[in-house]
């Protein structure tokens, strides 16, 4: 059985700690193929993997990040906080490769989007790169599609950057 639930305690933002370090390492290594170095990787994309820094950072009021267990194990983790005003970005979307193919991603995606329906945000953003290809599968079938890059990154990684976006239910709906 699946469960997706927002972090809440300090040890569920360990939890979220230890699979973000596990999002991080799977970077470096799918990374290092396309000439992006594990520093490049980890200062610009995973400097914030302890579990305080975490919990700072969504356990703001406009941020969340929600933990996937599968038997009760972590499995995955999914966060998003306010980009602007109208706009909300995704964050650290993971799912242990123990639990892939198990619908865990889309059921990571499914509770966080839904998430962030109940607030004001009109557009959702995800920056990502291209060698995540199972991750960017996901995002399509929830409807985000290629954008302009909303953030400025560093020439020797950019051949990496994926930018998408997906209009809330409430921008569709023209309410």
Same mark, same amino acid.
């Given at each position: 059985m699946i469960s997706v639930l927002?972090?809440?305690?300090?040890?569920?933002?360990?939890?979220?700690?230890v699979l973000c370090r596990r999002l991080a390492q799977w970077d470096v290594d799918a990374s290092a193929p396309y000439g992006v170095s594990e520093e490049d990787v980890r200062a610009l994309f995973h400097p914030e993997t302890s579990a305080d820094l975490l919990a700072?950072?969504?356990?703001?009021p406009d941020a969340m990040a929600f933990?996937?267990?599968?038997?009760?194990l972590p499995a995955g983790c999914l966060a998003f906080d306010q980009f602007d005003d109208d706009t909300a970005e995704l964050h650290r979307f993971f799912v242990d490769a123990a639990f892939r193919g198990q619908g865990?991603? $889309? #059921?990571?995606?499914?509770?966080v989007l839904a998430e962030i329906e109940?607030?004001?945000?009109?557009?959702?953003?995800i920056h990502t790169t291209f060698y995540m290809s199972n991750a960017i599968a996901v995002y399509e079938a929830f409807g985000f599609r290629p954008c302009a890059p909303f953030r400025e990154t560093p020439a020797h990684?950019?051949?990496?950057?994926?930018?998408?976006?997906?209009?809330?239910? $409430? #921008?569709r709906d023209g309410s």
């Open positions: 927002p972090a809440r305690s300090a040890e569920d933002f360990e939890t979220l700690a700072t950072q969504f356990g703001a933990i996937a267990r599968s038997e009760g865990i991603g $889309r #059921a990571l995606m499914g509770a109940k607030g004001q945000a009109r557009t959702v953003l990684v950019r051949h990496t950057d994926v930018f998408l976006s997906r209009s809330s239910q $409430r #921008a």
